[in-house]
């Protein structure tokens, strides 16, 4: 039976499909970002090429003396530092690192530092040193009170930038595909079984930019843009990936003895995770095959009770499907996935880097909204690549066909004068990471 009487079958769908792809290729080692992105239905759509999101200050109030009068009397004056200035008020309580507590009388602020007064509540000595901190933990006010000093709270932005990823593939008329028949749903398709390189290495560039991306100065508005398409002439904007995210905002660590991961830098990193208020149940911890071993080292001496195996299950709106084994152990507190993502084993893509060498600690809790919503805490945003009637995918993944040899149907008039089949691709996406200051990044190897 020639093949148009069948319906053509994106690539795409063949490869986002659990329960095509075991019957058309024997791979399995492509999942990447985006994929496990999807797979955890963490896909949203933004309008425009730029997107924002806004974290609240943090609402604590620690001060850190410079310099401290009359410490291990009732009364003291404690000189804030200049990063500290400004946090404190009439009325607040402080805990001294004694345990002691002192009512602030009052505040006077030369050079740009704050000179607090502190009252010792029920008449004991209150005792501190230069660099030694003071935690606000209440405030109390007298009788017939006023209304207090009002403080203002900043509001912090981040953001980051749509990346366009385009690929191709071209057939001439000699050099013909091989078409290939599938079943599906009861359904018989075709599709190019040589396509299947030339999509993987499209979706490859796109997990390449949600790990390695570095986020570009050039806006696609830019009127005198800086980062041009050398082809096209347009601008051209890149996306903050996630290194870039945990590097910038979250936390950056190494491990003691390097090519050596221990339980004691594990906890380090969750330490340092709980100082920045994170919610530590439940991380998943990304790594490349390379570390991953360095970690089993030492996890397979904790005894079987120690690490378990379990299968995660993720889908997005019945669209794609993974299901995949990870290590898993609890250790002060912290339910950690061992996920290895092969992206990490690509010796053409980060080899250079430290970016293999490491583990990416990603929380798998949804962070808190101000109105009591909740929101994925990492997801791809993207913007709709505009395709019309002649896009084979979806709004995420735009595939189409051209010139006079394409078996697919609608096929766009372009170089109509060329004997070839001519498949085209174009992804709008970019990472989005909520309270990226809960992310850490671990260096394992030299």
């Not at 299947?196 to 997990?207: P, S």
């Not at 669209?319 to 152990?329: A, E, P, R, S």
């Not at 912290?334 to 990490?344: F, G, K, N, Y």
């Amino acid at each position: 039976m020639p093949y148009s009487n069948y319906n053509y079958i994106s690539l795409i769908s063949l490869l986002l499909d659990d329960e095509i792809l075991p019957k058309v290729i024997d791979i399995y080692n492509w999942e990447g970002f985006t994929d496990v992105m999807g797979l955890m239905g963490r896909y949203k759509e933004s309008k425009q090429p730029i997107y924002h999101n806004y974290v609240n200050a943090d609402i604590g109030v620690q001060v850190i003396a410079e310099s401290v009068a009359n410490s291990g009397t009732a009364t003291v004056t404690v000189v804030a530092t200049a990063g500290t200035t400004g946090l404190s008020a009439d009325n607040v309580l402080f805990i001294f690192p004694n345990g002691k507590v002192g009512h602030v009388q009052s505040i006077t602020t030369a050079s740009d530092k704050d000179s607090i007064v502190i009252e010792s509540v029920d008449g004991t000595n209150l005792t501190l040193v230069a660099g030694q901190k003071l935690d606000a933990f209440s405030q109390a006010v007298g009788e017939a009170s006023i209304a207090p000093a009002n403080k203002r709270r900043s509001l912090t932005k981040y953001y980051n930038l749509i990346q366009i990823i385009r690929g191709v593939n071209e057939e001439t008329d000699v050099a013909k595909e091989s078409l290939l028949r599938v079943n599906f749903n009861g359904q018989a398709y075709f599709y190019a079984k040589n396509l299947i390189e030339k999509l993987l290495e499209h979706k490859g560039r796109v997990n390449g930019m949600c790990i390695g991306g570095k986020i570009s100065s050039t806006l696609f508005s830019d009127t005198t843009p800086t980062l041009t398409d050398p082809d096209g002439g347009g601008a051209v904007q890149t996306s903050r990936g996630l290194d870039q995210y945990a590097t910038t905002y979250g936390i950056t660590d190494a491990v003691a003895t390097p090519n050596t991961w221990t339980l004691a830098d594990h906890g380090d990193v969750i330490d340092q995770l709980v100082a920045a208020r994170a919610e530590i149940s439940r991380y998943k911890l990304f790594m490349s095959t390379s570390v991953k071993g360095k970690v089993d080292d030492t996890l397979k001496n904790l005894g079987s009770g120690g690490v378990t195996s379990v299968r995660l299950n993720a889908e997005a709106n019945a669209t794609t499907k993974l299901n995949f084994w990870v290590d898993q152990f609890s250790y002060k507190g912290m339910v950690a996935d061992l996920a290895v993502m092969p992206i990490l084993n690509n010796n053409k893509m980060f080899s250079q880097t430290d970016i293999i060498k490491s583990i990416y600690y990603v929380p798998e809790s949804s962070a808190k909204t101000l109105d009591n919503g909740m929101q994925p805490r990492v997801q791809m945003r993207y913007q709709s690549h505009g395709l019309g009637p002649v896009n084979k995918s979806d709004k995420i993944w735009g595939e189409w066909h051209s010139c006079p040899h394409s078996p697919v149907a609608p096929a766009m008039d372009i170089e109509n004068d060329r004997a070839i089949w001519r498949t085209n691709w174009k992804t709008h996406q970019g990472v989005e990471v909520l309270g990226a200051q809960h992310l850490a990044k671990s260096v394992v190897l030299s």
